[in-house]
């Protein structure tokens, strides 16, 4: 009897946390009835509650509310509710990052932080969505990988991979992966590669397989490699040089600056401004062009030559 007392004792106050973690307020009455015990038992799991909280979680609190004659957690920074669950649902699906199996476990995975009254909102809202989301062509599930890859860069292990070039060509590299970037639907592993001599980039879905090595990396290759500030200034996960360009543009201002985050306007006309932009230059002639008549590009002189000369190579397909 004592064994099952405990159990249930047990369940009793990790339902009750669990439904306060959700940010649903409870009552006594309503958890009493629930496992049919006096009131005064889950006021005792309550005061258990906040004397873990006091310990465990000092920014979170047990409240009660007079107006829903419930108790309920306040100050919880750090958990999800239905706006924020939302906002990661719709970036999730718009990523079309992973596979629909993938997709629908992580989706599932968010709704399950929610009240069932919450989730039912949240799931007709995104129904619709969910139900035509399109895989990428690649179908390759990445979850797993994305997890393994993670585990190298951090205990700097050095990797044979077998690896798929755009042109279908499988060829091997031995490399030590230092960072990961997700970019334009896919996962990009930033890595020395020891064959080149230099870091590369590898598309996640391309590689096909891939073997620790216990060989230890050298010390230069070991360097922390700075993906945050290369995010600043890649497009398109394109290699290229860094160069800063100047370029006037008739668009939406705001669109090139998010598109250019080492940007600002430095000149203001009539009906277009000027920016300045420190970016790779491969990646950025990418989108440039994307831009049409909105766009021209004023400096420097050889990568405005440049843009000059892929407009003619353009031209030459509508004209031939």
């Known amino acids: 009897k004592e064994g099952v007392f405990m159990s249930s004792s047990a369940t009793r106050l990790?339902?009750?946390y669990h439904k306060l973690l959700t940010g649903a307020s409870i009552t006594k009455e309503e958890f009493a009835q629930k496992y049919e015990v006096d009131p005064r038992t889950i006021q005792r799991d309550l005061a258990d509650i906040r004397l873990f909280l006091e310990e465990?979680?000092?920014n979170a609190e047990l409240k009660y509310s007079h107006s829903t004659k419930g108790f309920h957690l306040a100050g919880q920074n750090n958990t999800?509710?239905?706006?924020?669950?939302l906002a990661l649902c719709k970036i999730l699906l718009a990523s079309r990052a992973f596979t629909k199996k993938e997709t629908d476990h992580l989706l599932g995975a968010l709704n399950d932080n929610l009240t069932p009254a919450e989730q039912k909102e949240l799931n007709w809202i995104i129904k619709n969505e969910q139900s035509?989301?399109?895989?990428?062509?690649h179908t390759k599930a990445l979850l797993q990988i994305l997890w393994e890859f993670?585990?190298?860069?951090?205990?700097?292990?050095?990797?044979n991979i077998v690896y798929t070039r755009q042109d279908k060509k499988q060829v091997t590299?031995?490399?030590l992966p230092k960072a990961i970037i997700f970019s334009d639907y896919y996962f990009y592993v930033v890595s020395y590669s020891q064959d080149a001599e230099k870091d590369l980039f590898f598309r996640l879905d391309w590689i096909i397989d891939?073997?620790?090595?216990?060989?230890?990396?050298?010390?230069?290759?070991?360097?922390r490699y700075e993906d945050g500030k290369l995010r600043q200034n890649i497009q398109y996960m394109t290699p290229g040089e860094l160069i800063t360009i100047t370029f006037e543009f008739s668009g939406t201002v705001e669109a090139a600056l998010d598109r250019f985050p080492n940007s600002k306007v430095i000149k203001k006309l009539a009906d277009s401004v000027v920016i300045e932009a420190e970016t790779i230059d491969q990646g950025a002639m990418m989108w440039l062009l994307s831009q049409g008549k909105r766009i021209k590009v004023l400096s420097p002189a050889d990568f405005k030559a440049k843009m000059e000369q892929e407009i003619k190579k353009m031209l030459q397909n509508y004209t031939t």
């Open 210 to 223: 891939y073997t620790p090595l216990e060989k230890k990396a050298g010390h230069s290759q070991n360097l």
């Open 150 to 159: 993670s585990n190298y860069i951090v205990k700097h292990r050095l990797l």
């Open 80 to 85: 999800l509710g239905k706006a924020e669950t």
């Open 14 to 16: 990790l339902d009750i």
């Open 173 to 175: 590299h031995t490399i």
């Open 132 to 137: 035509n989301y399109v895989e990428l062509q």
């Open 56 to 58: 465990y979680r000092p």
